[in-house]
C-alpha cells in the first residue's frame, strides 16, 4: 500500500486542489459576461491551480524514488502529458501558464 497517497499532508492537498478546480471550473462559464477585473481574477485563480498542482507533482515525483504507487502515477502522468506533446506535466503546466499570461496580456491591452 502507498504511503504517499495515503497520508494526511496528500489527501489534503488533493482535497484543496479539487475544491480550487471545482471553483474555477462553475465560473469558467461566465467568461464571456465578466469585466476585464474579474477575467483578470480568474486567470490568477488559475494560475494558482496550477501551482497547487506543481507543488503536487513535485512531490509525487520525490515520493516516486521509494513508492511503487507513486512512481507508477507518475509514469502515467508523463505518458499522457507525452500524449499531448509535452516532455511531462511540468512541461504542460509551463505552456498553461504561458497562455494564461498571454490571455491576461490581452485583456489588458484591450483598455
Do not use: W
Amino acid at each position: 500500500m502507498s504511503n504517499f497517497f495515503h497520508s494526511d499532508q496528500v489527501q489534503t492537498d488533493l482535497h484543496s486542489i479539487f475544491e480550487t478546480y471545482q471553483a474555477i471550473a462553475n465560473k469558467t462559464s461566465q467568461l464571456p459576461m465578466m469585466s476585464k477585473e474579474d477575467k483578470l481574477k480568474h486567470i490568477e485563480e488559475c494560475k494558482g491551480l496550477i501551482d497547487k498542482q506543481k507543488t503536487f507533482y513535485t512531490r509525487l515525483s520525490l515520493a516516486a524514488y521509494e513508492d511503487p504507487e507513486a512512481a507508477d502515477m507518475k509514469t502515467r502522468i508523463n505518458a499522457l502529458s507525452n500524449a499531448f506533446g509535452y516532455r511531462d506535466l511540468t512541461d504542460c503546466m509551463e505552456a498553461m501558464v504561458r497562455t494564461l499570461e498571454q490571455a491576461a496580456q490581452q485583456e489588458i491591452d484591450r483598455s
